[in-house]
């Protein structure tokens, strides 16, 4: 690994990549690029895109095999870009690509890091990457303390659960536990009596009103009651669960009762791993913002002769933007395009009521109004208040489904996966056309579950301090061989009981056993209802 200064050529490409960054108004943090062979691009991926990691048997295995079949052509060691995105931002660059190859990965890297500093969910931590290092020492110091047993057998339990990692939740910890995190409005929701006689506005508030107004003596003592045993909850354990906690990990990580050096392995593995949610959430957008900035600074160095291979450009372009169907989505593909529709929507005036008022359909079709709004600051808007979920349900159109190929299949990938002919709208001897509207539907329905269970927390007083998890039924049973083992592995990280509830069977796993029994089956709304209300959601 070398800085990109000790190349001439990169280093001057870096300043130009900058310049027209700056001079489109680009927002950036920090951005500090190395050059890797492919043996040390291979080892960075092992090691979650930080350059260094914990010492640990498993990444050195997977290495072995990994340099033998690059070695043996078994498998490639070309990888354009990568980059760990923060403040500063390290990206890295293959020291096999062409010059031209380098400029499109630094041009491509400054969409990532201004996407990652503007979205909604902030992604872009100051000193990630440090900290990170920071955190490997404290690991392997801690491995010591430990001892080799203890720390292999602590650490497998960590990464089994990192699955149930869901930072960005509405589940969250922030909005599911109070305690040591930062304070949380009141829970607290007494039933209220609908009013027999309606009360008139006031713009001000008034002493004696407050004082002599009525209060229901009911309603009273039962919001006595939820703060006297909110006060215990907490003054007790540390924290009080008010709602269900998907973000699993990050409980564990918080409240489990560990020592210095397992609380280390922890933060190391919540840390490293919790940036995996922000690319799942956002990666349409992302991707795309990435691809339109990459090209518009690519043109200016096309233009000033910077780089050479316009033709060779514009053949990677195209590969890497190629069309797949909705199930095996290209998100360079749908976010650069969906990017670009957006611009033209914006331009022409069609982000308006009166162009969603308009009932004919030429004046549609030939409608070009231009608009006051700036499409770059709207589009940056879009950037800062939305992820992947709304962004297609608000922008991709039926139309825009036929037009992206999204709904094209082979007619023998049909066949194969049994699609049924009356999900078919169009078809010729190669390709079948599936219902666009079908479609989208599917591809939301993914940033709903991203095909993970939804599991959370529900209760931590269980068992004798042990911990209730709950598997959220949506049709798709858990992998039962699966259930066993992650629950002996909660259980040794928060050392006490771990059951779970899926359907209507309830497994513990406590004292080295493990047990299976029946029970009335609860849905999700039910136990929102119960810990609304103060209430336990299951008792055995």
């Known amino acids: 690994m070398r800085l990109i200064s000790t190349d001439k050529t990169l280093s001057h490409l870096e300043k130009r990549v900058l310049h027209y960054a700056e001079e489109m108004g680009r927002t950036l943090p920090e951005i500090r690029f190395f050059i890797l062979d492919g043996i040390e691009f291979a080892s960075l991926l092992e090691k979650h895109v930080y350059p260094t990691s914990p010492v640990n048997i498993w990444e050195g295995k997977r290495m072995v095999t990994k340099k033998f079949r690059i070695e043996s052509g078994q498998e490639s060691s070309l990888y354009y870009e990568v980059v760990q995105t923060g403040n500063p931002s390290y990206a890295y660059l293959n020291n096999t690509n062409s010059p031209?190859?380098?400029?499109?990965?630094?041009?491509?890297?400054?969409?990532?890091?201004?996407?990652?500093?503007?979205?909604?969910?902030?992604?872009?931590?100051?000193?990630?990457?440090?900290?990170?290092?920071?955190?490997?020492?404290?690991?392997?110091?801690?491995?010591?303390?430990?001892?080799?047993?203890h720390y292999l057998t602590y650490w497998n339990a960590c990464e089994s659960v990192i699955p149930l990692i869901a930072p960005h939740s509405q589940y969250n910890l922030e909005h599911s536990v109070e305690g040591d995190l930062p304070p949380q409005p009141e829970k607290i929701v007494p039933k209220?009596?609908?009013?027999?006689?309606?009360?008139?506005?006031?713009p001000f508030?008034?002493?004696?009103?407050?004082?002599?107004?009525?209060?229901?003596?009911?309603?009273?003592?039962?919001i006595d009651r939820q703060k006297r045993d909110r006060r215990e909850q907490i003054s007790r354990t540390g924290y009080r669960l008010y709602r269900p906690c998907q973000d699993i990990l990050g409980f564990l990580r918080t409240f489990s009762p560990?020592?210095?050096?397992?609380?280390?392995?922890?933060?190391?593995?919540?840390?490293?791993?919790?940036?995996?949610?922000?690319?799942?959430?956002?990666?349409?957008?992302?991707?795309?913002?990435?691809?339109?900035?990459?090209?518009?600074?690519?043109?200016?160095?096309?233009?000033e002769k910077a780089v050479n291979g316009i033709i060779d450009y514009a053949k990677i372009f195209s590969g890497v933007c190629a069309p797949r169907p909705f199930f095996m989505r290209n998100p360079y593909h749908l976010g650069y395009h969906l990017w670009n529709h957006i611009e033209e929507l914006y331009r022409t005036g069609k982000v308006t009521l009166d162009y969603i008022e308009e009932k004919?359909?030429?004046?549609?079709?030939?409608?070009?109004?231009?608009?006051?709004?700036?499409?770059?600051?709207?589009?940056?808007?879009?950037?800062?208040?939305?992820?992947?979920?709304?962004?297609?349900?608000?922008?991709?159109?039926?139309?825009?489904?036929?037009?992206?190929?999204?709904?094209?299949?082979?007619?023998?990938?049909?066949?194969?996966?049994?699609?049924?002919?009356?999900?078919v709208v169009k078809e010729d001897n190669y390709f079948i056309w599936l219902d666009p509207k079908m479609v989208k539907d599917e591809m939301l329905s993914f940033f709903t579950h991203f095909n993970k269970p939804r599991i959370y927390i529900v209760d931590t007083e269980f068992i004798d301090g042990g911990l209730l998890l709950y598997h959220r039924n949506d049709g798709r049973a858990l992998r039962k061989s699966w259930i066993e083992p992650t629950l002996k592995n909660i259980n040794f990280i928060w050392k006490s009981a771990a059951s779970l509830v899926s359907g209507n069977k309830l497994y513990t796993y406590s004292n080295r056993k493990f047990e299976e029994k029946e029970i009335a089956e609860t849905s999700f709304e039910e136990v929102l209802e119960r810990m609304d209300s103060n209430k336990k959601p299951f008792t055995l």
């Not at 503007?118 to 955190?135: A, C, G, I, K, W």
């Open 360 to 423: 004919d359909v030429e004046a549609r079709e030939k409608w070009d109004r231009k608009s006051d709004l700036d499409p770059l600051e709207c589009m940056k808007h879009l950037v800062k208040t939305t992820t992947d979920y709304e962004f297609l349900r608000r922008f991709l159109t039926e139309e825009l489904v036929f037009e992206f190929h999204l709904n094209r299949i082979f007619k023998k990938q049909a066949e194969m996966y049994g699609i049924s002919k009356d999900a």
């Open 100 to 149: 031209m190859i380098q400029a499109t990965v630094m041009a491509h890297v400054v969409g990532h890091c201004e996407f990652s500093e503007l979205n909604v969910l902030q992604d872009s931590n100051p000193d990630r990457t440090e900290y990170v290092m920071y955190l490997v020492k404290k690991v392997n110091a801690g491995q010591h303390q430990m001892g080799e047993k």
């Open 192 to 202: 209220v009596e609908e009013e027999t006689s309606r009360e008139f506005f006031r």
């Open 205 to 222: 508030s008034h002493t004696m009103d407050s004082l002599l107004k009525y209060q229901d003596s009911e309603n009273a003592w039962e």
């Open 258 to 303: 560990t020592s210095a050096a397992e609380k280390a392995i922890l933060d190391y593995m919540y840390v490293s791993h919790s940036k995996h949610d922000f690319v799942v959430r956002t990666q349409i957008m992302n991707e795309g913002w990435a691809m339109y900035w990459e090209k518009k600074i690519m043109l200016e160095l096309f233009k």
